[in-house]
């Protein structure tokens, strides 16, 4: 495979993400919502036929509203892979524990799966490390996306679903972001 250029981080597109599963262990339970919030290719949301509904733990169905109606027509994830790629290659992955959570599921479906993942891009920024970082010390007692939103009075409507978790995501993001240049 021939190398890539190197895109340097400043120039790098970020690209808000949030996957939705069938349980919490990545490798093990798989994909059934993706959503990608992307600077320069917009929005995208993409539910994904799971392969091994044996392995899927009701609560995590649960929370992500999963039914079998709704993903009729869902895709095998082999089947996005590509639009999936294009969408996390050279840029700057933003998402609440996209660190400890949506890449590993990424990862753990290729491994899965045997699908390539050396265009997936290996920079991120944390909203839940951000929320450690600034929001504890201000009192903030839970850093997870609800409480986050809740201290910004952002509306927490649609949580759990890919595409408005991103959103929230983003303007957590923005919010903390912007605090941080105002007292600069």
């Not at 990862?107 to 920024?125: C, N, Q």
Request: glycine residues 6%.
């Amino acid at each position: 495979m021939a190398r890539r250029n190197f895109v340097p981080y400043r120039n790098r597109p970020r690209v808000f993400f949030d996957v939705e599963t069938t349980g919490l262990i990545p490798g093990f339970h798989e994909i059934t919502e993706l959503a990608f919030l992307h600077d320069e290719m917009g929005p995208w949301s993409v539910r994904v036929a799971p392969k091994h509904m044996d392995r899927a733990h009701e609560r995590a169905l649960a929370v992500s509203r999963y039914n079998e109606k709704d993903w009729a027509g869902a895709l095998p994830i082999e089947e996005v892979w590509e639009a999936i790629c294009v969408r996390l290659e050279d840029t700057i992955i933003i998402g609440h524990n996209v660190a400890g959570f949506d890449l590993p599921f990424i990862k753990g479906e290729a491994r899965m799966k045997s699908l390539p993942t050396e265009r997936i891009s290996r920079a991120w920024e944390d909203t839940l490390g951000l929320a450690m970082t600034h929001l504890v010390p201000r009192g903030l007692r839970s850093v997870s996306l609800a409480s986050c939103c809740e201290h910004f009075e952002i509306s927490n409507e649609g949580q759990h679903h890919a595409y408005e978790d991103v959103l929230r995501c983003k303007a957590v993001y923005e919010r903390i972001t912007k605090r941080q240049q105002d007292l600069l």
